[in-house]
């Protein structure tokens, strides 16, 4: 075969976009999986620290059995390749009394949904003129709810199949907790879609990157390094960036931003509202039978979900991969990477805010979580629709 | 009577959450840029750390057998330890002193003294029991062994740990 026709058949149009999304697929789910890794360690040592311990710090690189002198010093950070070695090695227990099918169905059920929201984030601009979201979808933030709410079956299925007390407790839980979250979490970013006029994850950004990120849509154009050059310019984007219609937007923008924050800490079953796990209440919640790669599917889940939600959240409030002063992909490979550098530095970020939170706040009370989720974010998540609609009806500019 | 307990009227503030939660962000932030910095972290590192110095007069480690200052083997094998031993962990074969012995008097030793320390629950009541002041419990606590056989002390190994123990030892006083 000729080189040339080889490149000649993988750039006819359909090859090439499907080579290319298998490759973006690979390497944005094995990325997926080093930052659940490393998120795992990051929760360990931050709430270590915020305790006032040192968390695990001996875990290293064993070279004294390679005959080395000395193991180097790595700060715990094998930790992260011990902890999957030692999930994979162990013994899969299943107890007795189970619903075998779907005792083993369950996990992966916790775990196919957030890889497979994963497939609409926009994780970059562009690289060599490929788009860097696997799936460009018209429906993209529709297609995020649809799919992310499936991940309550495997909870309550594995909270049922296990035949057990506490998992069944679990599973209860957290399907009463998605329903009372659900809405408002729907419900909080419909402003978003007012504004933006789209659904498409891609031209949300694309509007973003032109106005200002969502929670502070200031600047017009976005700024960029020409700019830096002439102070006038940089003045120029920020006074007209500021216009009557824009501050009133703000309000319920930061509304819509707090519910839907909050909304994906319910969602992601993380602490305060990690009731269906609630380790004091419920031993474990629903995992508490599961043992070996089957728990560790559910850890997979877990983090897989919050590093999900956290894009979702970067994608629709906070720009994306974009940056003020980083032109997008068009200019040059080397920018390209930069904006996918981008997105994952501000997805760590927020993955770090979730883990300070979880280790700041207590856990709400089941009634609490409902009552907030029914009588607080539902209407006012409501309320902030018809306040967005009011704004862009009657302030022109 | 019923104590009615008045609800606390709640701020707007208050009843919003939020101002609390940033307050109690702001402190583990706190914590969290301290400890980044190694300070005022509590965590000791056990192996290279030890609280050895600090433990109390008072502490039961691991029961031990001792010699007096002449090195005469306190233990004359009674066998009291072995019956009041709670998880019998104690087994003792007694064994007559021989005739040309410095001891002879005595009459009697242990042959063998084994202490099964994976049984062994700290209790101490070998020693209040011990009428010879022979078996003493030390301040060691980290008995390790990779089998069964490794957790049976000897009597060589009991003797070892536990050293001389010279003078008078009064076994009622606070002070041992």
């Known amino acids: ?397 | 009577m019923a104590i009615v307990v008045e609800r606390p009227k709640l701020t707007l503030a208050e009843k919003f959450y939020l101002p609390s939660i940033i307050a109690g962000l702001a402190i583990t932030w706190k914590h969290l840029k301290r400890a980044i910095f190694n300070k005022g972290i509590v965590t000791m590192q056990y192996p290279e750390e030890k609280w050895d110095a600090n433990l109390p007069e008072w502490y039961r480690g691991a029961p031990t057998l001792v010699t007096d200052e002449h090195g005469r083997e306190k233990c004359v094998s009674c066998q009291l330890c072995e019956f009041i031993c709670p998880p019998r962990a104690i087994t003792i074969k007694p064994g007559e002193i021989p005739e040309n012995d410095k001891w002879r008097k005595v009459e009697k030793r242990p042959q063998e003294f084994d202490i099964d320390m994976a049984r062994c629950i700290y209790c101490g009541l070998c020693e209040e029991v011990c009428p010879e002041e022979a078996i003493f419990l030390r301040k060691d606590y980290s008995i390790t062994g990779l089998n069964r056989a490794e957790m049976v002390h000897d009597k060589e190994t009991l003797y070892k740990l536990g050293g001389v123990k010279s003078g008078l030892t009064f076994k009622w006083n606070e002070l041992k």
């Open chain 1, 1 to 397: 075969m000729d080189t040339a026709l080889i490149l000649h058949f993988l750039s006819t149009p359909w090859v090439f976009l499907l080579w290319t999304t298998f490759l973006k697929s690979f390497i944005f789910l094995n990325l997926t999986i080093i930052v659940v890794s490393v998120t795992v360690f990051a929760e360990r040592k931050v709430s270590a620290f915020i305790q006032d311990r040192t968390g695990p710090n001996r875990v290293g690189l064993p070279l004294t059995l390679l005959g080395a002198k000395k193991d180097p010093f790595l700060w715990g950070l094998g930790q992260m390749v011990a902890d999957p070695i030692k999930l994979l090695t162990k013994e899969n227990f299943v107890p007795g009394g189970v619903d075998k099918l779907y005792f083993w169905l369950a996990p992966k059920l916790v775990m196919i949904p957030p890889i497979l929201v994963l497939a609409v984030l926009p994780f970059g601009s562009s690289l060599f003129g490929v788009e860097m979201t696997i799936a460009n979808l018209n429906i993209g933030v529709l297609y995020i709810f649809a799919i992310a709410s499936l991940s309550v079956y495997g909870i309550t299925l594995a909270g049922w199949a296990s035949n057990s007390k506490f998992p069944f407790l679990g599973g209860i839980r957290s399907s009463s907790q998605m329903i009372s979250y659900e809405l408002s979490l729907g419900l909080s970013i419909i402003p978003v879609f007012m504004i933006c006029g789209s659904l498409n994850l891609n031209e949300i950004i694309d509007w973003q990157v032109k106005n200002g990120w969502l929670v502070s849509p200031w600047w017009p154009k976005g700024f960029s390094i020409h700019d830096l050059l002439h102070p006038a310019a940089i003045l120029h984007s920020f006074v007209a960036g500021v216009s009557l219609q824009r501050i009133l937007l703000w309000i319920p923008l930061m509304i819509s931003f707090v519910i839907f924050l909050v909304s994906i800490f319910a969602e992601t079953n993380r602490l305060p509202f990690d009731l269906p796990e609630a380790e004091q209440e419920l031993v474990g919640g629903y995992h508490t039978e599961y043992a070996s790669m089957n728990f560790a599917l559910f850890f997979l889940g877990e983090y897989a979900a919050m590093f999900a939600g956290s894009g979702a959240i970067v994608s629709l409030f906070l720009g994306g991969w974009s940056c003020p002063l980083i032109p997008d992909g068009s200019q040059g490979w080397f920018w390209g990477l930069v904006n996918i550098g981008v997105f994952f530095v501000k997805v760590s970020l927020m993955l770090l805010f979730m883990i300070w939170v979880r280790w700041t706040l207590p856990r709400f009370r089941y009634d609490q979580l409902m009552k907030l989720g029914w009588l607080g974010f539902f209407p006012v998540a409501l309320f902030n629709i018809f306040l967005t609609a009011l704004i862009l009806a009657f302030v022109r500019n």
